[in-house]
């Protein structure tokens, strides 16, 4: 699929038919019955992923077209859920019945990966559809090479997992055992997807009972008519939004670490949009082709990229297929990062150009509307460990799955949001560590903020956070980790400077320490072992040496920066009265001293020769942050190997977001 998405047009307006408080009503009445829905999965989800709220829930109408999705969805799921509504609607046409429930979890039919596993109920009134109830949530586990699904390694997705093509769970009421068990059974935790199944369906059907409900009051075809009005409010008011933006054409890059099936180099994920008289239209032309891992997106999930990323900047906006009317795209031909295609792998899209596409609109979004601004935010990471739990004689199979919080970027006025979910899903909660320890056999040693990992800026980066864990009882254990920007760090904007970058480090601090990196697969772990990563903070806007001193002296007292990386960064020499009581105190003439030091040479730093950079760091002259922030220079964290080709990439992002954005001072 790569044409424009002319095919999820709602009509034009023609004038309401519907009184201003009936439709007001009936409008929040869908909004509550989406979110009815949502309650109704937390309360009942078998697994420990899905009640960390990784799930989304939608109403369609008929044609399939959303008419409301919740209002603390997973923003990933936004935008797909209508097209996994139509591929139902495509592959049983008239055989939809009452009491039917259909399952799917295809990325190459409008879905995001294997593991979101989505359900999706026909609602009958007066003999006819009138609408569809979905709830999609993520399965711990989806078969595959891996525990928990994730195979950084796989090209296709056969190593990936179960690919659900439109399928019927339940027929005019009557549960299919045999259809769900031989789902269920090609998981490694058929018990808890089963619970999840009849959850899920559940969860649907406490929506149709609202839809129904509303029926009986106000009449189908009021209720109809309502779930029309709402699309079409949704796009009138969107092209009224722009009507007081300006028209152009604007342009940006963004990057993934590599292409393992190639040299090192950055990955290019090319975004153009237009604004005009016919609404926002995005074209992606340009974009890598496939990459030779699961780092690819499948059309259904760049479109939600899209959506998400323009969604951000008109956030009371409803969202529906009226928004999608007005936001249009053209992703290019299959077979690119954007637009895998089958049988590509694109399990790992939300770490490669899902983020990658939303944080380039950000950027595009804030030469538009520079009062909202905002700098690249930190990379979605999963963390994977699975095995035999050896703490009871059956041995079952467990999935420590992790993810984290991390730092979103600085905005045009404050710093940005420390310690919270991705751009992926604002909603996605940060897993207990209780339960977490409860239900494997591993142990957090550490979960703390990150000092340092804020990009410095007149507005810093939001903060990212450090875990730590080790195996207790494991038993062939493998870790698996999808991540990106350990070499396409996030960046800053109008002078301000990178965050960190990601990566696991196992055994860190002992004789058999390793890096492992952003991304890789079947790590074998036993018992004993160590593992400990970052998240990374938000990019910096503006330059960092227009930071107050007070400012920068309280990201000091709050643990958020180092004092040594407030020299470096900003320029700030501090004290440390009585580190104890957090009494400290700036040296405003050393400060100024510094502050002129950096501006007359920090263009030169980024001009030195990379090789003699990176033999710095080796030696331990200088330290990561030195050589990313004050260097420009990319290297393999762990080796210290000089990624020539990357750095001279990573320089010219510099150059475009940061050093051009400083006043030129003579040394």
Same mark, same amino acid.
């Given at each position: 699929?790569?044409?424009?998405?002319?095919?999820?047009?709602?009509?034009?307006? #023609?004038?309401?038919?519907?009184?201003?408080?009936?439709?007001?009503?009936?409008?929040?009445?869908?909004?509550?019955?989406?979110?009815?829905?949502?309650?109704?999965?937390?309360?009942?989800?078998?697994?420990?992923?899905?009640?960390?709220?990784?799930?989304?829930?939608?109403?369609?109408?008929?044609?399939?077209?959303?008419?409301?999705?919740?209002?603390?969805?997973?923003?990933?799921?936004?935008?797909?859920?209508?097209?996994?509504?139509?591929?139902?609607?495509?592959?049983?046409?008239?055989?939809?019945?009452?009491?039917?429930?259909?399952?799917?979890?295809?990325? @190459?039919?409008?879905?995001?990966?294997?593991?979101?596993?989505?359900?999706?109920?026909?609602?009958?009134?007066? /003999?006819?559809?009138?609408?569809?109830?979905?709830?999609?949530?993520?399965?711990?586990?989806?078969?595959?090479?891996?525990?928990? $699904?994730?195979?950084?390694?796989?090209?296709?997705?056969?190593?990936?997992?179960?690919?659900?093509?439109?399928?019927?769970?339940?027929?005019?009421?009557?549960?299919?055992?045999?259809?769900?068990?031989?789902?269920?059974?090609?998981?490694?935790?058929? &018990?808890?997807?089963?619970?999840?199944?009849?959850?899920? $369906?559940?969860?649907?059907?406490?929506?149709?009972?609202?839809?129904?409900?509303?029926?009986?009051?106000?009449? &189908?075809?009021?209720?109809?008519?309502?779930?029309?009005?709402?699309?079409?409010?949704?796009?009138?008011?969107?092209?009224?939004?722009?009507?007081?933006?300006?028209?152009?054409?604007?342009?940006?890059?963004? @990057?993934?670490?590599?292409?393992?099936?190639?040299?090192?180099?950055?990955?290019?994920?090319?975004?153009?949009?237009?604004?005009?008289?016919?609404?926002?239209?995005?074209?992606?032309?340009?974009?890598?082709?496939?990459?030779?891992?699961?780092?690819?997106?499948?059309?259904?999930?760049?479109?939600?990229?899209?959506?998400?990323?323009?969604?951000?900047?008109?956030?009371?906006?409803?969202?529906?297929?009226?928004?999608?009317?007005?936001?249009?795209?053209?992703?290019?031909?299959?077979?690119?990062?954007?637009?895998?295609?089958?049988?590509?792998?694109?399990?790992?899209?939300?770490?490669?150009? @899902?983020?990658?596409?939303? #944080?380039?609109?950000?950027?595009?979004?804030?030469?538009?509307?520079?009062?909202?601004?905002?700098?690249?935010?930190?990379?979605?990471?999963?963390?994977?460990?699975?095995?035999?739990?050896? &703490?009871?004689?059956?041995?079952?199979?467990?999935?420590?799955?992790?993810?984290?919080?991390? /730092?979103?970027?600085?905005?045009?006025?404050?710093?940005?949001?420390?310690?919270?979910?991705?751009?992926?899903?604002?909603?996605?909660?940060?897993?207990?560590?209780?339960?977490?320890?409860?239900?494997?056999?591993?142990?957090?040693?550490?979960?703390?903020?990150?000092?340092?990992?804020?990009?410095?800026?007149?507005?810093?980066?939001?903060?990212?956070?450090?875990?730590?864990?080790?195996?207790?009882?494991?038993? #062939?254990?493998?870790?698996?980790?999808?991540?990106?920007?350990?070499?396409?760090?996030?960046?800053?904007?109008?002078?301000?400077?990178?965050?960190?970058?990601?990566?696991?480090?196992?055994?860190?601090?002992?004789?058999?320490? &390793?890096?492992?990196?952003?991304?890789?697969?079947?790590?074998?772990?036993?018992?004993?072992?160590?593992?400990?990563?970052?998240?990374?903070?938000?990019?910096?806007?503006?330059?960092?040496?227009?930071?107050?001193?007070?400012?920068?002296?309280?990201?000091?007292?709050?643990?958020?920066? $180092?004092?040594?990386?407030?020299?470096?960064?900003?320029?700030?020499?501090?004290?440390?009265?009585?580190?104890?009581?957090?009494? @400290?105190?700036?040296?405003?003439?050393?400060?100024?001293?510094?502050?002129?030091?950096?501006?007359?040479?920090?263009?030169?730093?980024?001009?030195?020769?990379?090789?003699?950079?990176?033999?710095?760091?080796?030696?331990?002259?200088?330290?990561?942050?030195?050589?990313?922030?004050?260097?420009?220079?990319?290297?393999?964290?762990?080796?210290?190997?000089?990624?020539?080709?990357?750095?001279?990439?990573?320089?010219?992002?510099?150059?475009?977001?940061?050093?051009?954005?400083?006043?030129?001072?003579?040394?």
């Amino acid at each position: 699929m790569s044409e424009t998405v002319a095919s999820m047009s709602v009509p034009e307006a #023609n004038g309401s038919t519907l009184d201003p408080v009936t439709f007001e009503v009936l409008k929040n009445a869908f909004a509550t019955s989406v979110d009815l829905m949502s309650e109704q999965i937390l309360r009942t989800c078998y697994s420990f992923v899905i009640y960390s709220r990784d799930f989304s829930s939608a109403l369609c109408d008929a044609a399939g077209n959303t008419v409301m999705q919740g209002s603390g969805d997973i923003a990933v799921h936004v935008g797909t859920l209508h097209f996994q509504c139509k591929a139902v609607l495509e592959e049983f046409g008239s055989d939809i019945n009452p009491g039917d429930v259909f399952a799917i979890n295809d990325p @190459y039919r409008g879905g995001t990966h294997f593991n979101d596993v989505s359900f999706i109920r026909p609602i009958f009134s007066g /003999g006819a559809v009138i609408a569809f109830a979905q709830n999609k949530g993520h399965w711990a586990d989806i078969g595959g090479n891996v525990p928990g $699904s994730f195979d950084v390694n796989a090209k296709e997705h056969f190593g990936e997992g179960l690919r659900i093509t439109p399928v019927r769970i339940w027929s005019r009421g009557v549960f299919l055992h045999d259809v769900a068990q031989l789902l269920v059974s090609n998981t490694r935790a058929p &018990r808890q997807a089963m619970g999840d199944l009849h959850a899920q $369906s559940e969860a649907t059907a406490v929506c149709e009972r609202e839809i129904l409900r509303l029926v009986d009051r106000y009449s &189908r075809a009021t209720v109809q008519n309502a779930m029309q009005e709402t699309q079409d409010y949704v796009e009138r008011t969107v092209r009224r939004r722009l009507e007081g933006l300006p028209h152009g054409v604007w342009e940006t890059t963004d @990057y993934m670490d590599n292409d393992p099936g190639k040299s090192e180099g950055l990955v290019p994920i090319k975004i153009k949009l237009t604004i005009d008289d016919h609404g926002i239209h995005y074209d992606l032309a340009g974009s890598a082709p496939v990459v030779a891992t699961f780092l690819n997106s499948g059309y259904g999930t760049t479109f939600s990229a899209i959506y998400a990323g323009t969604k951000t900047f008109f956030p009371d906006v409803p969202l529906n297929s009226g928004f999608y009317a007005a936001v249009t795209a053209d992703i290019g031909p299959e077979g690119t990062v954007v637009n895998a295609g089958w049988p590509n792998a694109v399990t790992g899209f939300c770490s490669g150009p @899902y983020e990658k596409l939303m #944080n380039g609109i950000f950027e595009i979004w804030s030469k538009i509307m520079p009062e909202r601004a905002m700098a690249c935010a930190f990379n979605l990471e999963y963390l994977l460990v699975g095995g035999k739990d050896g &703490r009871t004689e059956e041995s079952p199979y467990f999935m420590w799955y992790d993810w984290m919080a991390g /730092g979103w970027g600085g905005r045009a006025s404050k710093d940005g949001s420390g310690a919270t979910a991705p751009v992926f899903g604002a909603g996605l909660a940060v897993q207990p560590v209780e339960g977490q320890e409860r239900l494997s056999p591993v142990l957090t040693s550490m979960h703390q903020i990150g000092m340092d990992s804020g990009g410095p800026g007149r507005f810093r980066g939001g903060v990212g956070i450090e875990k730590g864990g080790m195996l207790t009882d494991a038993q #062939n254990a493998v870790m698996s980790y999808c991540c990106d920007r350990a070499r396409s760090i996030t960046w800053g904007i109008e002078g301000g400077l990178p965050s960190i970058p990601h990566g696991v480090w196992l055994n860190k601090g002992t004789e058999g320490e &390793r890096f492992l990196g952003s991304n890789f697969s079947s790590v074998p772990v036993q018992s004993g072992d160590s593992f400990v990563r970052p998240s990374a903070g938000g990019g910096g806007y503006g330059d960092p040496l227009e930071r107050s001193y007070l400012e920068v002296l309280d990201d000091v007292i709050d643990g958020y920066v $180092s004092i040594g990386r407030a020299a470096k960064d900003y320029g700030v020499v501090i004290r440390a009265i009585d580190p104890d009581l957090d009494d @400290y105190e700036v040296d405003e003439a050393a400060s100024v001293a510094l502050r002129v030091d950096i501006a007359a040479h920090r263009l030169g730093w980024l001009a030195e020769d990379p090789a003699a950079i990176a033999a710095r760091y080796v030696s331990g002259d200088i330290d990561m942050l030195d050589v990313i922030r004050r260097y420009g220079v990319i290297l393999d964290w762990g080796t210290g190997e000089l990624f020539a080709t990357t750095t001279q990439e990573h320089r010219a992002l510099m150059e475009r977001r940061s050093s051009s954005h400083w006043p030129v001072v003579s040394a």
